[in-house]
Structure formats: C-alpha cells, structure tokens
C-alpha cells in the first residue's frame, strides 16, 4: 500500500487466522495448460460494469451497439452463455465479494457487513497485491476497503455520494470526485478516465514490481444517468448533456461505446506492459440494463432491460475470460453465477478455503486449464434488496436450472422460451415428470419456507452507514 496510506487503516486483521494456505500452484498446475510450480502466478484483472445486461453486446446477439473490443475477446476466452447476476446493484456486489447467495448474508441495499470473507482477502492471502478501482457502494466507511483485503482504492460512493452531486457535477461521471485511498478527493472532468489514468498506473507499478496483482475494476458505464461521453459531438457542444438535467436514452448507445473502448484499452495497456499472456482477464456486469432501454438483437426482437426485475432479462449478463492468448476460444454453456468468482480466484492464486466457509459458488479454473468443468445444477436468486426507506415491489426469491425458473410462490418459467416471465406454469397443474424435474429447484427454494417480499436480511453488525438510509420514501425501479 501506499507509504501515505492512513494509519488507522493499516492495521488490519491477519487474514492468516482465518484462510489456511492450500497446496497452492503446485497442486493446480496438474490441470493441463497452468502455470508450473515455479511460475509466477497470473495476475487477475476483474473487470466488472454496471447496468447492462447480456443482449447489449453483438457476442451474445446484440445488434443496437458497437462492442468490438468485447466481442473479440469473446473470440479468443471462454464465453459463458448462461452467467447470472442477480437483477440489481448492492445485491450482486455482495454476492460477488463473498462467494455467497443473498439468503446467507445480505443485510440491505448499499450495506455489506466488513467481517465477511472476499475475494481480495483471498488473494491477498495467496501472495497478490490488490486494487478496487471505481463503484464501492457497501457502506459509508474508508477503513471498511483495506479490511475487505484492498492495499489501494480509487473510488466513488464511499463515504461522498449526494455531496457530489448537482446541477453541474454528477457521482461518477462528468465533474465528479473520487476518493484517492482516503486521503484526498481527487476531481475528474470525466469519472471512467480518471480510474482508468489510476488503473493504468497501478498497472505499470505492479508489473515493474514483478509481483502477481488482482485489480477489481468495478467499472460506472453504463449506470445511469444516461449522459454524453468525452467521444461525443454533444460533449463539447452541449454542455448541458455531460449532467442529469441534460440526461437522454439516446446517449446510452455512446456509453455503451465508450465502455468497450475502456476494455479494450484495458487489454492493450496490459500487453503494452508485458504481462497479458499471464494476466487472467474476467469480464461481467452486476444486473441487467436499465428498463428505459430498448435494444434490437439479431433474431429481430426488441428487447426491454430487465434491471431490478426477477427474470431473465435481469440477472442475464455476460462473462468472459480470457487468460492473455493462451486460451482457444470455446463456448460454456453450463448455468454460472457471482459466486463463482471467489472460488475461482481462490483455485488461482492457490489458497485453499476452509470447508466452514461453505460457499455457493464453484471454481471455474479447472475450466479456464482445459480440465472438466465443475458445474453446478442450480443457480438461486434470492432477489431482496431491501432499499432502507421503501418496500421492493419485486422481491422475490427463485432457483432456475439449466431450462426452467421455479419460484418461491409455486411459479414455474421456461426461461429459454419466455425469458421475461410472462407465461407462469403453476407448480399444482405441472405434470408430474416436470415436478419431479424440478424438486432440487423446489427443495432449494423451499429452505427459507418463510420468504416474503422484504423480509428482513442479516442483521447490520457495524455502525457505519448507507447513502440510502436517509433517502425518501420512494419506488427505485
């Protein structure tokens, strides 16, 4: 971490007391394709946007939007045509860090209690420096970053958020400030180039260093609002267009350009820097895009963003990996969530998790080496956000296999064929070798008997706050 770096944030807990060491490279190297005991242990770039779902890009069928950059890698990883997200933000992000379902540990929205485990404790513990670079959004606290396992943090939404926002700045966008590992604000013109300027910077440090990094880059595009990027003829010309006052859909297709330039040149600097080919790069997004957008996919359907609704549409997003050139591009089919990603960059950087963690998520490294894949037969959304100051109008809570959606109220969906959940099947009128297909979706669903709508998470165990605790009564959907 840095030699400025608060003090009071580096005394953080020795992760060794809670994450034993495996056999580490030495063992994974027996999957065909992995770094021998005696390499360096692929650095690990997490590159992970917001608010757009798998029909945006042209690899997943997407015809509305230019996604070259993403497409390519696409061609060259392991493309996964079935990742799920959970429908909303908060949800996934939690769910992600911790390798989790929500109906284990999820407290409310903007909230995630500092004493879990993460995928950067992991890491750290594994050997890795690490850097979150971009959204936090999990509580109003700088030291919570370094506790979750992070020497370094460049982000928004820690402890500023409406502070930063106006009639002439916005939270992470145009004129917007970002909190520079809590010792300063630093502005920027444009929110998604200052992180990049930082990324890169990290980058070029940690690959001079020699020593494996893992850099979370929680990426703002395409959130809303809906505004003009530096790219665009508006940018210059109307002013008005960079705030949330000048807002318009019509701008998101330029978002959605700008996010691929931003992969894109993510890719490049890491082989301008000489460390691609041994760089795990993992792309996906947190929920499916914005209900305000209509998007055209090469099938000739118009397809509404599903964001914080419990369909398809809204935990559908894309994952690819890729691990520099090494790998031949191939097509995953296999049901996969967030809580893959711990396990996963745990099998990389060689750490064995302790069984009492009992994650939900399975290690898709063995896949990434050209072994079997681990599969799991279920994927379940536990979607309750929990918004501190109004009720969720779709909470709801589901399991889905690699066909069918089975819900907590005895609904059942063909996802493959009404991928918006208009068609309910119920559970009483299925036939009996449907019902007796879908009892693991059942049994899973049913061991929070008592689900409803808001039911209350995991209890808040620390003190610090949210940015939606004192928000008024509302509908955020």
């Not at 397809?303 to 549409?313: A, C, H, L, Q, S």
Request: with cysteine.
């Amino acid at each position: 971490m840095p030699d400025n770096f608060p003090e009071k944030m580096k005394n953080i807990p020795n992760m060794k007391n809670i994450i034993k060491i495996g056999a580490g490279v030495g063992t994974l190297a027996a999957f065909a394709g992995c770094a021998s005991p005696k390499a360096q242990k692929p650095n690990i770039v997490f590159f992970f946007a917001d608010d757009i779902g798998a029909e945006c890009f042209g690899c997943y069928g997407g015809v509305e939007y230019e996604t070259p950059c993403i497409d390519s890698l696409a061609k060259q990883g392991i493309f996964y045509s079935n990742m799920n997200a959970q429908p909303l933000s908060s949800p996934s992000r939690v769910q992600v860090m911790t390798g989790l379902y929500n109906d284990r540990n999820y407290v409310n929205f903007g909230y995630m209690n500092q004493d879990e485990h993460t995928f950067a404790q992991v890491a750290k513990e594994g050997g890795y420096q690490t850097a979150i670079v971009g959204k936090w959004q999990l509580g109003r606290d700088r030291a919570m970053l370094p506790i979750c396992g992070f020497d370094e943090f460049f982000c928004s939404q820690i402890e500023m958020y409406l502070e930063s926002r106006g009639e002439w700045q916005t939270d992470r966008y145009a004129n917007s400030m970002w909190d520079n590992n809590g010792e300063r604000y630093d502005f920027a013109i444009y929110g998604p180039d200052a992180m990049q300027d930082y990324a890169f910077d990290y980058i070029d440090r940690k690959a001079a260093s020699g020593k494996p990094f893992l850099l979370y880059y929680t990426e703002p595009l395409v959130h809303t609002p809906h505004t003009t990027t530096p790219d665009d003829y508006d940018w210059d010309h109307n002013y008005d267009s960079r705030f949330i006052h000048g807002a318009d859909t019509s701008y998101f297709k330029y978002m959605v350009k700008y996010l691929d330039k931003q992969v894109g040149q993510m890719v490049q600097h890491l082989k301008d820097q000489g460390v691609w080919d041994n760089t795990i790069f993992i792309f996906a997004t947190d929920n499916g895009t914005s209900t305000r957008i209509l998007s055209k996919t090469s099938d000739g359907k118009e397809v509404r963003g599903g964001k914080g609704e419990p369909t398809y549409i809204g935990t559908h997003v894309p994952m690819i990996i890729c691990w520099g050139d090494r790998l031949a591009g191939r097509r995953a089919d296999h049901l996969a969530d967030l809580t893959d990603i711990l396990p996963t960059i745990a099998d990389i950087a060689g750490v064995e998790i302790p069984e009492d963690w009992d994650l939900d998520g399975v290690s898709l490294y063995p896949e990434i080496c050209g072994q079997e894949p681990n599969k799991k037969d279920l994927v379940l959304i536990h979607f309750n956000p929990l918004w501190p100051t109004t009720p969720s109008p779709k909470a709801s809570r589901y399991a889905m296999d690699d066909t069918y959606a089975y819900f907590w109220d005895g609904r059942i969906y063909n996802y493959r064929t009404d991928p918006e959940f208009t068609e309910a099947l119920m559970w009483d009128d299925a036939p009996a070798d449907l019902r007796e297909q879908l009892k693991p979706l059942k049994d899973r669903v049913d061991e929070m008997a008592d689900f409803y709508p808001d039911k209350p998470g995991a209890p808040r165990k620390f003190p610090y706050k949210t940015f939606y605790d004192f928000a008024p009564p509302q509908n955020p959907f």
